[in-house]
């Protein structure tokens, strides 16, 4: 079992930025991913950004150039920067572990991009 807490969601202008945090604990040695998804109000949850062990990143496209993903192996977390806010990037955010056989889930961390 592997447990996720989120933290650092708030409102925030346009233009502006916000760090992410994940804490996992459990069975890390287990997870050989890491990843940040979000779900705006009547959308499907959608990826945002992963981060393998190995240190390899993806992004979706909407977000490539402004948000970074990175993981401290030492603390078991993990962290989004997100940069250069939009409206649209206004959702519930996600912390996802993967490993061989499940996924978990974090309980969400709200962000709202508003003036």
């Known amino acids: 079992q592997v447990q996720l807490v989120e933290s650092g969601g708030a409102l925030v202008q346009p233009g502006g930025s916000l760090r992410l945090s994940c804490a996992a604990s459990?069975?890390?040695?287990?997870?050989?991913?890491l990843g940040w998804f979000r779900q705006a109000p009547g959308k499907q949850r959608e990826l945002v950004a992963t981060?393998?062990?190995?240190?390899?990143?993806r992004y979706t496209d909407s977000v490539k150039g402004r948000f970074t993903i990175s993981r401290d192996y030492n603390k078991n977390e993990v962290y989004l920067q997100m940069n250069s806010l939009k409206p649209e990037d206004t959702a519930v955010y996600y912390c996802?572990?993967?490993?061989?056989?499940?996924?978990?889930w974090g309980q969400g961390t709200q962000v709202t991009v508003s003036s």
């Open positions: 981060i393998t062990i190995a240190g390899e990143t």
């Open positions: 459990g069975s890390t040695f287990d997870i050989n991913a």
């Open positions: 996802n572990a993967h490993t061989w056989t499940m996924n978990y």
